[in-house]
């Protein structure tokens, strides 16, 4: 697939392209425009052409996909589509869960104790869950990210760059496996096995809003641990 030409290649991507472009856009506000996300996967799979080295072990169809997803998720960084005072809210709610997170609060409590509308909150886990879904590694690994950006425009083979990404997940492996037996469970079923909220309450017993819950107390506190940890 390779050798074949560039035209040939947007052609045969172009509906992959299409799916994910679409698939990010169903967790993303409405201001995001489809045709930008279907443009930067096309600019993604042009960049996979020139850059991609066969001696790296990974064929050009998964070194493309990659580039495709990662060229949108650039592009949705640099608009900066999450608005300030969100993150502000984000912000207070992420440390709200840290403190009580063996506690089991209602979004209505959360929000009283914030002094809230619970709008607010519902607005929190939203965003929360996108910011995730934007690839939950740079979510959890927030440091460091100019470092790596400023690398990654000479050259994305970077090997300090490839070394310090390699360092973090590491970390975060470790710091995974601190977390509770139900906690590590709930992140394989749903990134690994990737299960639903729903599914996975069924398979738990407990409600698909506890689980949603339940993850995003996950998230929160393996984020703090990463930051705590590059004190």
Not at 8 to 37: E, G, H, M, W, Y
């Amino acid at each position: 697939m390779y050798k074949m030409d560039k035209d040939q290649i947007v052609r045969n991507f172009l509906p992959k392209i299409k799916a994910i472009a679409i698939n990010l856009l169903n967790t993303l506000p409405k201001s995001v425009d489809l045709d930008d996300l279907i443009q930067e996967g096309v600019i993604g799979l042009l960049q996979s052409y020139e850059r991609y080295d066969p001696t790296q072990g990974a064929t050009f169809y998964t070194y493309a996909l990659t580039r495709i997803k990662g060229s949108m998720l650039d592009y949705l960084r640099k608009i900066d589509w999450l608005p300030k005072e969100i993150r502000h809210l984000i912000k207070k709610y992420e440390e709200f869960v840290y403190k009580h997170q063996d506690e089991n609060f209602t979004d209505e409590e959360i929000a009283k104790e914030l002094e809230v509308e619970l709008t607010d909150i519902q607005k929190i886990k939203y965003s929360i869950n996108k910011s995730q879904i934007l690839e939950l590694d740079n979510y959890l690994l927030n440091i460091g990210e100019d470092f790596i950006e400023a690398k990654e425009k000479n050259n994305e083979n970077d090997p300090e760059i490839s070394a310090y990404k390699e360092i973090l997940e590491n970390e975060l492996k470790e710091q995974i496996k601190t977390l509770k037996e139900k906690e590590q469970l709930i992140l394989s079923l749903y990134y690994e096995k990737e299960l639903t909220f729903k599914e996975i309450g069924e398979v738990i017993g407990v409600s698909e809003s506890r689980i949603s819950q339940i993850h995003s107390s996950i998230i929160i506190k393996l984020k703090k641990k990463m930051n705590q940890g590059d004190d």
